[in-house]
């Protein structure tokens, strides 16, 4: 049973890392890089917080991926439109999104650091599976956000690879003026690679509040944002590597709660090996690698 | 006969430039249509013009006969006009058939119906001839494969003009012979064709007319049957092409570069280099003849330590290169000239006296104590600019706001002012105009009185003919035959140059 | 002459039109709240700089910005972005803290100095992980320095609350255990305020301000580097390196060389970013040591334009409103945080800003060129 409840701790803390990831694929293909998903994830954690606050989970998650996807904007316009540093642009979206939120807590909840309580979506179980005994813990009693995760893995791969939109975003990424010079608008597909990541951290973000946790709680993200970079490079910018990059991550840290729970080790050190796990799988991955072939470099018409 | 493309006072100024000075064409429908004119002429902004990449700050366009704004790629599809650039403009990561139909892309509701998109390819395939493999990755096909992607890209659309922008720069003769093939069909199809190009054979060969460019405008339109080569030289260039130069015969000295059996691989190990021998000696200049991409670069490259050999050996003066470091090598008196001034010759937000410094900053002239000498490097900056005529405001100015041939003035004088034993010099006249391209064969030829070795790569053969000693012709990462100049003509090396066999032309 | 001095006015106005642009942006937000913007801006200046003491303050929040606004200016200067310098920071501090608690009866003049080594030398350690991990295993920096700003997060608790707490001290009622933080720093690890010489041209500061020697230093570090940069090989290097890798590899130096360099410079600058604060305000590292300074410390560099000496005006600028965010707080009732979105939005415009300038400086001076050309 312990296996069982493990898995289903580790599917637990991977959704947020798959979400955000899965966005990551979406904006990276388009060409542009998005350090500022974990700012996004935390918008979407008290965004999501506070739409469910007033009006209930459904509302929350959706509120939750419009401030994701309204950061987004302001990333894409940076990036696309004004071709800024990427990374510099990102990370001032991650400052942005902190302070922000910090403030609005203190305007309407009147507390810096955390929302009241809220209530997330009905937990469900899954016809059939639920009956079969090894498997309860992962199919009895979860968040429909994980189905939809899940869901969301074949759905992105299958947009990515064989649809119009995704071979048209891909090519964005790979050679933009090889798309510009066939008529496609290499600024708005820009837009929706970074604007879908928005989403999906806003998504990512809300589940933490909703699901995980039932409260906005500041710097939940934990740097999860970060995290989902890095197993979006591991999962070589597919969804389906995402997913298998994400459950590492969130095996490590449901097995590190497990460790926390026999005290020989310092927790402090426990706390470290998500972080110590991304250096790691960074270093022994990075260099075989390789990301879509315009990643990162700002597209400019005309520019020769 | 009815109008493809009527064009009337195009004008296009960059900040600086007029590239474009009230142009005025005609091209029929279903006719082959040559634009010649040498580098900076204007031939590639006017084609972006009419790919919708560029837009004019005056004048007309008129498409069979309808004024027409070719605001974006796009509209220049919708008016079926197809661009084939010079630099493929392919997804290397996609296969040959995702190209193809990338952004005209046949779908059943969202998704993609590669089915449909299939045939409807490899019907075109069928009526044009064409042989490709459409799901190769365009990273593993050849340079004339590419082309033919690119030519069908624009069919796939229902292009019935198609502009083709320097197709036979990058294509063996053969390759060429093929492509002429392709495009006398594609005009039996009533297709017209916009050939652009500065290879006069080429163009008397294949077109129906010639329209010449010169210095952003039209110079004339000729018919090829009743003009020559000498004709249409002149137009180009306005005086009789000279490519002669004073060399006077040197005796050589001791060898300076001595390379044997170098092989140079990628990083998935295919050979780029492979196993190139050759000897220079102190005085002599020893040309590098080829189709680009056959090693020329990667060899260079090598000599100057970019890349490291993975079997054979080089030598400056008699010394090793194996371990030592890119600085190791110029500190022996490597000089080098590299092909992408942009890329790996000059830094471009820099100022010019910065860039004058850039690998010899650390030389005791340029230093006081452990600090530069800023003093010393702006005096010797600001001589080399009086003594080579560079063009220019400021040398606190950024060095990007030079033109491409001051830009090369200042790389000539940083690299050769020190006595250097060793200079390699690649595709040192590239994008220049005729000045500057014979400003550098002076000072090249300079040093060659001083005693240095030089190795000259050249993708343009008649230069290399006129300027070497001797000429190695380079073809897949080996060299298939050595000359010396006056023992050939440009065709025996052109045999050599498209892979040819030893054998026949043979003269050593 | 005349289109230079035009073009290094529009260089300098950049960073203006950005903080005009942010603070537009941000009135929107205190108009939000049902405050008055003009009010806000109103009470920020009068509240720090009618009084000498308050300026001080500035001065003083200054300070550690200045050391991380340099920090972070030397990764850009050679292309590399040190979101590290949080931990870094934390990390040089803590070896400060060390040195300053464990070593006893050294004077004052050897102490301090061993001091203030240890604090860079713990940030050129933290810096070493990444940029060895970027050389070797092309591990992309930013990534990873925001892993190990986490590592040092929970290294730092366990090192304070557990391996190095100070057992000294005395069980507080109620509490039932002991405060989490390192025993005391000797009195020699201490450095002096700057009341004993600003007294000398009869300026009187009241004791709670903790203005020290650590700006004045600051200042001098800050000029060093602009020499390192500007006037010596290694930061023609860097700056080369920065500008186009590939030709400075072609040029003969090695870029990895100077990435290592460099970045250790960097961190060992970043280990002096927690000291003015360790030295003088704290004596000792807690749990509340302060945060966010490697953060703080790009908008200050991005700010300056990574030149050295405007980072100490944007170092300014940020202690002005750190200060001026504590008097609308108490004075209003406004949020301090909206003044984190204030600096948000001053990183954003100051890119774009500075991007739409570069680019038509650019313009201007390609004109230029081709009009004496021709």
Known sequence: MLVGELLASSLRMAVPILLTALGAVFTERSGVVNIGLEGMMIVGSFWGALGAYYYGPYFGLIIAMAAGMFMALIHAINTVTFRVDQVVSGVAINILAYGSTRFLSLAIFNMATTSPHVSGLPKINIPVLSGIEPLKPLVNDISPVIILALLLVPISSFVIHRTVFGLRLRSVGENPLAADTLGINVFKMKYAGVLLSGIFAGLSGAYLALEHTGMYVEGMTQGQGFIALAAMIFGNWEPKGALWASLLFGFSEALSFRVVEGGVVPYQFIKMIPYVLTLLVLTGVVKKSTGPAASGVPYERGLK | MEKAVVLKGITKRFPGIVANDRIDLEVEKGEIHAIVGENGAGKSTLMKILAGIYQPDEGEIYIFGKREKINSPGRAIELKIGMVHQHFMLVDRFTVLENIILGAEKSSGIALDEKRCRKAVEELLALYNFSLNLDARVEEISVGQAQRVEILKVLYRGADILVLDEPTAVLAPQEVRELFNNLRRLKSEGKTIIFISHKLEEVLEIADRITVLRRGKVEGTAIPSQVTKEDLARMMVGKPVMMRFDKEPLDVGEVLLSIEDLVVKESSGRPLVNGVSLKIRGGEIYGIAGIEGNGQKELAEAIIGLRTASAGRIRICGRDIADLSIKEIRDLGVAFIPEDRHRQGLVLPMKVWENMMLGYHTKKDFLKGRSLNLKAIRGFTKNKVEEYGVRLSSIEQPIEGLSGGNQQKVILGRELSRGPKVIVASQPTRGLDVGAAEFVHKELLKMRKKGSAILFISADLEEVLSISDRVGVIYNGKITAEFRPEEVTPEDIGVYMLGGEKGAGEAK | ?374
């Open chain 3, 1 to 374: 002459m005349k289109k230079g001095f035009y073009i290094a006015l529009l260089r300098i106005l950049a960073p203006v039109l950005a903080i005009v642009l942010s603070a537009l942006i941000s009135s929107i937000v205190i108009l939000s709240i049902g405050k008055s913007p003009l009010q806000v801006f109103y009470t920020m200046f009068k509240f720090s700089l009618s009084r000498m003491d308050s300026v001080a303050i500035i001065l003083y929040n200054a300070t550690p910005l200045i050391f991380s606004g340099l920090a972070v200016s030397v990764g850009f200067r050679m292309g590399l972005f040190n979101i590290g310098v949080e931990g870094q920071y934390l990390i040089g501090a803590f070896f400060a803290a060390l040195a300053g608690f464990s070593i006893k009866g050294l004077p004052a003049a050897i102490h301090l100095p061993l001091v203030i080594l240890c604090g860079a030398v713990g940030g050129m350690l933290w810096a070493f992980i990444p940029i060895f991990l970027k050389v070797k295993r092309g591990v992309h920096e930013v990534i990873s320095t925001i892993m190990l700003n986490y590592i040092s997060y929970s290294l730092i608790h366990y090192l304070i609350a557990d391996l190095f707490i100070d057992r000294s001290q005395k069980l507080i009622q109620g509490l039932g255990s002991i405060l989490a933080r390192t025993p005391k720093l000797s009195p020699s690890a201490m450095m002096p305020k700057l009341h004993g010489f600003l007294g000398l041209f009869g300026l009187q500061l009241p004791r709670h301000v903790y203005l020290n020697w650590f700006f004045p230093l600051g200042i001098l570090t800050a000029a060093l580097i602009y020499y390192l940069l500007m006037y010596t090989p290694f930061g023609f290097e860097l700056r080369a390196v920065g500008q186009n890798r590939e030709a400075a590899r072609t040029a003969g130096i090695s870029p990895e060389r100077v990435y290592i360099i460099g970045f250790l410079l960097s961190g060992a600058l970043a280990g002096l970013v927690g000291l003015s604060d360790l030295l003088s305000y704290f004596g000792y590292m807690d749990m509340d040591f302060p945060r966010n300074y490697g953060f703080d410390g790009i908008a200050v560099a991005l700010i300056a334009q990574n030149n050295p000496f405007g980072i100490i005006f944007s170092a300014i600028l940020f202690g002005f409103l750190k200060r001026g965010a504590e008097g609308i707080q108490t004075l209003l009732g406004v949020p301090r945080e909206t003044i984190s979105i204030l600096q948000a939005l001053m990183i954003m415009s100051i890119v774009v800003i500075t991007k739409i300038m570069n680019d038509y400086i650019k313009r201007l001076e390609k004109k230029e060129e081709v009009r004496l050309c021709s």
